[in-house]
C-alpha cells in the first residue's frame, strides 16, 4: 500500500477533521499530493492539492477558506483540515500522489497513485 488515508468519521454540522494520509512513496518530497471526494451517486471531484515543497496549495472553490492542505515530508504525510464541515462535504475522500511534471493537478487523471479512501460523515 503505497498511500494510506485515516481520519474520517461522522462529525455534526460546522465541525471539524483532520484527514491524513501516510505514504510509502519515498522520497515524498519528490511528489505532489492531493485530495478527492465521491459523494453517493456522483464522480470523483478535486479538492485541494500542494506541492511537493508545501509552498503553494490549491482549492476547489467549494472549500476555499474552510479546507487547508498541508504536508510533513519528514513523516511522507500529507493532510486535510476540515472545518465548517456541511453536509454536503459527506463523500468518500482519497488521498493522491504523482510527480511533480506542471500540472494543474486538480484532475484525477494526473494522479498515479491513490489510497483506499475515508468515509466523512456529516449531519445536519
Known amino acids: 500500500v503505497q498511500l494510506q488515508a485515516s481520519g474520517g468519521g461522522l462529525v455534526q454540522a460546522g465541525g471539524s477533521l483532520r484527514l491524513s494520509c501516510a505514504a510509502s512513496l519515498h522520497p515524498f518530497d519528490n511528489y505532489v499530493a492531493g485530495w478527492f471526494r465521491q459523494a453517493p451517486g456522483k464522480e470523483r471531484e478535486f479538492v485541494a492539492t500542494?506541492?511537493?515543497?508545501?509552498?503553494?496549495?490549491y482549492y476547489a472553490e467549494s472549500v476555499k477558506g474552510r479546507f487547508t492542505i498541508s504536508r510533513d515530508n519528514a513523516k511522507s504525510t500529507a493532510y486535510l483540515q476540515m472545518n465548517s464541515l456541511k453536509p454536503e462535504d459527506t463523500a468518500i475522500y482519497f488521498c493522491?500522489?504523482?510527480?511533480?511534471?506542471?500540472?494543474?493537478?486538480?484532475?484525477?487523471?494526473?494522479?498515479?497513485?491513490w489510497g483506499q479512501g475515508t468515509l466523512v460523515t456529516v449531519s445536519s
Open positions: 500542494i506541492s511537493w515543497s508545501g509552498s503553494s496549495t
Open positions: 493522491a500522489a504523482t510527480w511533480q511534471n506542471g500540472g494543474r493537478y486538480d484532475d484525477a487523471n494526473e494522479y498515479a497513485y
